[in-house]
């Protein structure tokens, strides 16, 4: 397979990537609009916060097993040995219900520690731990790794659709029939065990669930048949941990130092900034499985004229984000969640400029997975997230939810230059070493 052709495979998966998440991003608007004006904005903070600690908990805890699929499953099928893929997609899936178990025991523990977090009445305590229980037993990084490495991004895009659309019924039926705290939770809950449901049901129109099932379980063959697969799980759950800290730790220190009001205003902002800069985690996706393919068939020439092509178009999209975020952004809040969230139009600059950054970068990450620099892309992360919770304590007591802001802006200008740095390094050394060979 040419390297044109490999990348317009990357253009294929985006297009479906894009046209599920294009669904998902305006569903989300509608949806989140729906909870804000029902609960308004101490409500809305709350539901925000307690979702919130929901997501890190599991984020905490999980593996993105996804990209040890695609690379080592890529490698196996290749070889012509799909018995090791099946040992591989089912020791994924076992992780993934560890991690559920381990993600439970912390629920517990939260609770006990602090029986009605965010200052939500008791009532709704109950409500709070069935969500996050089903945060945690939701994981699907494995079936989504399936339909990834088979190159079905037209069934991942159609479970990736489940999601928004049952969130979409579910604030439906809460603003009508329970409109409060509990009912939004609970939408949200089914949502997501809805969504669960169809990843494992799309990936079972592959043959390989079946085969997964079918195989039997022998994790020393995994290890042998996967070389690193350990060092590999740890560093991807360091920088899920590392991505998590820089998008849930600023809303959660929001919600300590300036209180559910302002947590309210800061989610509305960063969830129209996660909105309108959706495109680099998309490009990331589309493109991780043929980048995994041209590292290994394609010249190191080829391989980074194609890079500097999506670089330049991460560039473009970036700008465009940025430009239709100052002009419209105020416009945009109000009419989602009213008139009391206008004044976080100064926080969705920040975050938005946060996101175009990520975008415009978004290719070094993917890249440095697959040239084996995952601990160089690691400690990258590490230094931004460290630089960015450090200028958030420093400002937030000062000027609060902006403080926050800037915070994020930060962090991702310092995860940009340092991936680009690494990524440079390995590019300038390599081709030292081509040019003597």
């Known amino acids: 397979m040419t390297a044109r052709s490999r990348w317009r495979g990357v253009l294929a998966n985006l297009g479906w990537l894009l046209a599920s998440n294009a669904l998902m991003a305006v569903l989300s608007l509608v949806y989140i609009g729906m909870a804000t004006r029902t609960l308004g904005l101490a409500d809305f903070g709350r539901f925000a916060l307690i979702t919130g600690t929901a997501q890190t908990l599991a984020m905490l805890v999980s593996f993105e097993t996804w990209k040890v699929v695609v690379q080592y499953g890529l490698a196996h099928e290749g070889a012509g040995n799909p018995r090791a893929t099946w040992r591989l997609e089912q020791a994924a899936a076992l992780i993934e219900v560890c991690s559920a178990g381990v ?256 975008l415009a970068a978004a290719a070094f990450e993917p890249i440095l997975l697959s040239v084996h620099r995952a601990l160089s892309a690691t400690v990258a992360r590490a230094v931004a997230v460290a630089l960015q919770i450090a200028l958030m304590l420093v400002l937030l007591p000062r000027i609060g939810a902006l403080g926050a802001s800037i915070s994020v802006f930060a962090g991702s200008v310092a995860a940009s230059v340092l991936l680009g740095a690494v990524l440079w390094h390995y590019a300038m050394r390599h081709g030292l070493e081509e040019a003597a060979t």
């Not at 975020?325 to 009391?340: E, M, N, P, T, Y």
Request: hydrophobic content about 55%; aromatic content about 8%; proline content about 4%.
């Open 103 to 358: 993600g439970i025991g912390l629920v517990i523990a939260l609770f006990l520690l602090w029986p009605t977090p965010f200052g939500m009445d008791s009532a709704v305590v109950p409500f709070a731990i069935g969500y996050a229980v089903v945060q945690l037993v939701t994981l699907r990084s494995t079936p989504t790794g399936i339909l990834r490495m088979r190159d079905r991004f037209r069934l991942a895009a159609m479970a990736d659709s489940v999601q928004p659309i049952g969130r979409l019924i579910g604030a439906s039926l809460a603003q009508w029939f329970w409109p409060d705290l509990a009912g939004f939770l609970l939408a949200w809950a089914v949502a997501e065990l809805l969504t669960l449901a169809a990843t494992w049901a799309l990936a079972a129109q592959t043959g390989d669930v079946r085969s997964l099932l079918a195989a039997t379980f022998d994790w020393r063959a995994v290890r042998a048949e996967n070389p690193g697969i350990a060092r590999v799980l740890i560093s991807t759950n360091g920088r899920s941990t590392l991505g998590l800290a820089a998008r849930q730790a600023p809303l959660l220190l929001v919600g300590g130092f300036a209180g559910a009001e302002a947590a309210g205003a800061f989610r509305l902002a960063a969830q129209l900034a996660n909105a309108l800069s959706k495109l680099s985690i998309l490009l990331t996706r589309a493109a991780f499985p043929e980048i995994v393919r041209s590292i290994r068939s394609a010249s190191r020439a080829r391989f980074r004229s194609g890079v500097l092509r999506l670089g330049l178009a991460c560039l473009g999209a970036a700008g465009a984000v940025m430009a239709l975020v100052a002009v419209s952004g105020h416009d945009l809040l109000v009419l989602v969640g009213g008139h009391d969230f206008g004044a976080g139009y100064i926080y969705l600059l920040w975050l938005a400029g946060a996101g175009a950054i990520e």
